[in-house]
């Protein structure tokens, strides 16, 4: 019966002193601008090290990194019995740009308000940088000794800049982070009114991939238009990029995603799900494909974001470019992306050249010395809910770990409205509640994993 009492003891809400500091870290990394043109992430680094250095951990395993004065990381560490490898508890603490003009709160004060915290990095991504560091002060108060190290790495420019601190780390101080695995952004739940839906894990990612079209043309007088036209042709090749779609590709997580998202859906599209996740079945993935948070999770995507050409009102174009951004399934080769781009236009007057190389991310493995804590754990918190493997469309810092073979695993156990993301928007936003119970969540979990 004790583990039973353990995990009863774990899912209580925190108890009055242990919100009170995870607030209070919160607010602090909040309120300290991290933004690439006008913050300092290493004033929040040294914030965090002196909280933990307070709390009683050694100066030597709390330290601060930095490949530039204003783009510090911190790397702190939690002693443990050394019977397994480390584990790594990641999160970024740069934060993307924000205009109090556009806000309707200021963007860089903690504000709560209608059972929100709002604030820039609130959810991305200084709310779990808050719980790692409030969970390591709990487990040093508690004389915790974990059967592993618990590494905190608080990293720099994961969203913009030079001095991305993940891959500079893994460059520069392998031996501070090296990790039998990872913990990091890209997983959360979802709900739907007051009703916990699903806890998503991210076991992978799309590559980030970005071409440039361009069509020269010799120009003239506006006055006498002739063929051929750049803007048109580049025009027309847009057109024909517009209706190509790449084929269908599930990988083990996208498939386990299929299979577990039909419990959510209404009959039909539910059913379509589960043919696509079993058989792949051609006419489901169609049918699937017209929404577009499926069919980014099905394929390869390019689509065009910007538009550059001509240069004088009156006169014919000489250059028409535009930049195409692609998200490549894991395991797809980008050179195999761009000899489609090639066939699907057909048109050799269009150039495409890239603009930023690939970077491959392998899929972490849905190891069930991770996955089943992860399950086990979130029964225990919210009896009911599932865990859906997650593959994100986007990017993260969990890249630069996987390709170092440090397999990495986005989990947060913060749930939000289905649908509903404010990062990099107006507003930024977490349910109070939610991220209580996501420090919560963390923290059992990280025992789980450690014990």
């Known amino acids: 019966m004790l583990p039973l009492l353990v995990a009863a003891l774990f899912a209580l809400p925190l108890d009055d002193a242990t919100r009170q500091l995870t607030h209070d870290i919160y607010k602090q990394l909040i309120e300290i601008n991290t933004t690439e043109s006008s913050g300092n992430m290493t004033t929040a680094a040294e914030a965090m090290a002196k909280r933990l250095i307070d709390a009683g951990f050694a100066k030597s395993d709390v330290v601060i990194l930095a490949p530039e004065p204003r783009h510090g990381n911190l790397v702190a560490r939690l002693r443990g019995s050394g019977k397994r490898k480390p584990l790594l508890l990641l999160a970024h603490i ?94 959360g739940g979802a709900m739907h009114g007051e009703k916990y839906l699903y806890n998503g894990v991210g076991a992978s990612e799309k590559v980030y991939v970005t071409f440039r079209l361009e069509v020269k043309n010799a120009g003239g007088h506006s006055s006498l238009p002739r063929e051929p036209n750049a803007i048109y042709q580049l025009s027309d090749a847009l057109v024909r990029l517009h209706a190509y779609q790449f084929p269908v590709k599930l990988n083990e997580i996208t498939r386990a995603y299929f299979a577990r998202m039909a ?86 007057s269009v150039e495409i050249t890239w603009i930023d190389k690939a970077k491959p991310s392998i899929a972490s493995p849905l190891d069930p010395a991770i996955m089943k804590p992860i399950e086990q754990v979130t029964t225990e918190f919210w009896p009911g809910v599932v865990v859906v493997p997650l593959m994100a469309t986007g990017a993260s810092d969990g890249l630069y770990l996987r390709n170092a073979g440090i397999p990495t695993y986005g989990v947060s156990g913060m749930f939000s409205e289905i649908g509903e993301s404010r990062a990099h928007g107006k507003d930024e936003r977490v349910g109070v509640k939610q991220f209580y119970e996501a420090a919560q969540f ?10």
């Not at 993307?96 to 903690?110: C, H």
């Not at 792949?280 to 974001?305: E, G, P």
Request: glycine content about 6%; overall charge negative.
């Open 442 to 451: 963390l923290y059992a979990l990280v025992k789980k994993l450690s014990s």
């Open 263 to 348: 419990a959510f859906e209404e009959p039909a599209v539910a059913a379509d799900m589960r043919a696509l996740a079993d058989h792949d079945d051609a006419a489901a993935a169609a049918r699937l494909s017209r929404n577009f948070v499926f069919n980014a999770r099905m394929r390869t995507t390019c689509v065009a974001t910007r538009l550059d050409a001509g240069h004088a009102d009156n006169a014919l174009p000489q250059t028409a470019r535009a930049t195409v951004n692609c998200r490549v399934l894991p395991g797809d080769d980008p050179d195999g992306v761009r000899e489609q781009l090639v066939k699907a236009i057909g048109d050799p």
């Open 94 to 187: 740069d934060v993307v740009e924000a205009k109090r003009e556009d806000w309707s709160t200021d963007p860089f004060t903690l504000v709560e308000k209608d059972g929100y915290y709002y604030a820039r990095g609130s959810q991305d991504d200084k709310a779990m940088a808050a719980i790692w560091i409030a969970t390591l002060i709990r487990l040093k108060r508690e004389g915790y000794v974990p059967d592993r190290d618990l590494i905190v790495a608080l990293t720099s420019d994961e969203e913009t800049g030079d001095y991305n601190g993940v891959s500079w780390l893994l460059a520069q101080h392998r031996d501070l982070i090296d990790a039998a695995a990872a913990l990091n952004e890209g997983g």
